[in-house]
């Protein structure tokens, strides 16, 4: 689907609140360590989508593609991290991306569905977080990485909200993200600011 297509599929994002951008470049370190642990968890997430649905040609080749993308963004944010004489920490829980999940249905039906356009949702969030990020920093080195990441993460949502739109008719997609993008508004405001990306 074309991309100003999809855009009108999805609803409209809430802007994060300048604070979190405040937060985050002040304690960059510590957003460093969670970035990291969110790209490694993107990373098995695709993975798992692999492994469920190997019957699914399209998806299971996009997932290994995107498992293989975010295990390198992995590595990056980890050279980022010792290059600033650090180690990444341990992972913590993201109760962003559980309260998200929460709302996924359970039905066979409805699961796939809900799964991508909750990835999609995510990595929509977290396109529009990094180019803050991108937009804000001083440090050239970090601008232009959070520059290629943001691309990277606009490209992966939209790949989800394609590969919906490969298995499931456009008036179910549109119906289930008009559902579900108030949610992802409601449950990111409601949670406190802190050097996360969620």
């Given at each position: 689907m074309a991309e100003q297509?999809?855009?009108?599929?999805?609803?409209?994002?809430?802007?994060?609140?300048?604070?979190?951008?405040?937060?985050?470049?002040?304690?960059?370190?510590?957003f460093l360590k969670?970035?990291?642990?969110?790209?490694?968890?993107?990373?098995g997430m695709a993975m798992s989508m692999a492994s469920h649905y190997p019957d699914r040609p399209v998806l299971l080749k996009a997932m290994v593609d995107l498992a293989v993308?975010?295990?390198?963004?992995?590595?990056?944010?980890?050279?980022?991290?010792?290059?600033?004489?650090?180690?990444?920490?341990?992972?913590?829980?993201?109760?962003?991306?559980?309260?998200?999940?929460?709302?996924?249905?359970?039905?066979k039906e409805h699961f796939l569905l809900d799964r991508l356009l909750v990835a999609a949702l995510i990595e929509r969030r977290g396109?529009?977080?990094?180019?803050?990020?991108?937009?804000?920093?001083?440090?050239?080195?970090?601008?232009?990485?959070?520059?290629?990441?943001?691309?990277?993460?606009?490209?992966?949502w939209k790949l989800f909200i394609n590969l919906a739109l490969e298995y499931f008719e456009e008036s179910e997609v549109e119906e289930r993200l008009s559902a579900l993008a108030p949610e992802e508004n409601r449950i990111i405001e409601s949670l406190p600011i802190k050097p996360a990306l969620h």
């Open positions: 297509d999809i855009f009108r599929l999805i609803p409209a994002l809430n802007t994060t609140h300048e604070s979190w951008i405040k937060v985050v470049l002040d304690r960059f370190d510590d969670d970035h990291a642990s969110c790209e490694k968890k993107a990373s993308e975010e295990l390198n963004h992995y590595r990056e944010v980890v050279r980022l991290i010792i290059a600033r004489d650090n180690q990444p920490g341990p992972d913590s829980k993201d109760l962003y991306v559980k309260e998200l999940n929460g709302l996924v249905r359970k039905g396109a529009e977080r990094f180019q803050l990020i991108s937009d804000n920093v001083r440090d050239a080195t970090i601008k232009k990485f959070y520059g290629s990441i943001t691309n990277s993460e606009s490209r992966h």
